[in-house]
């Protein structure tokens, strides 16, 4: 089976508890999502979805946030996290696998288009999200 990985952005993240001998399974997970935000202090989920990856040794594990709007390069990186010590053998040994990041009172500079970026091994995963204003506050 080929792989296949998906980021997902939501409001938050709930799964029901974990029982013995089902690590790392997501079932009936619930992804919220609340609009509008309001792009100052906003607190969401990055949710990554990975199948097929069974038994890959991951080497690197990278999440990025970019601020794809901003023509400063040196701006463009709203946050960055190496978490490929993060990642346990054990966790790989499922064909599915899901990863949720917490994002907390995350700070966004402006409206505009915005990435996150998630590098496995030499493979990146991306998806485009927009932030917008709707009224000055």
Not at 1 to 13: G, H, L, T, V
Not at 32 to 50: E, H, K, Q
């Amino acid at each position: 089976m080929n792989k296949i990985a998906q980021i997902i952005i939501s409001d938050e993240f709930q799964a029901p508890n974990e029982n013995e001998g089902h690590r790392g399974v997501l079932i009936n997970p619930s992804l919220g999502v609340g609009v509008p935000g309001i792009p100052t202090l906003y607190s969401f989920t990055i949710t990554i979805l990975l199948t097929g990856y069974k038994g890959v040794k991951i080497n690197k594990l990278t999440v990025k946030i970019l601020d794809k709007s901003e023509s400063d390069p040196n701006k463009r990186i709203l946050f960055y996290q190496d978490i490929t010590t993060a990642i346990s053998e054990e966790q790989m040994i499922n064909y599915n696998m899901n990863l949720n990041f917490d994002m907390r009172n995350f700070r966004f500079r402006h409206e505009g288009l915005h990435k996150i970026e998630v590098t496995l091994n030499d493979e990146v995963i991306s998806q485009e999200f927009a932030v917008y204003v709707l009224e000055e506050m």
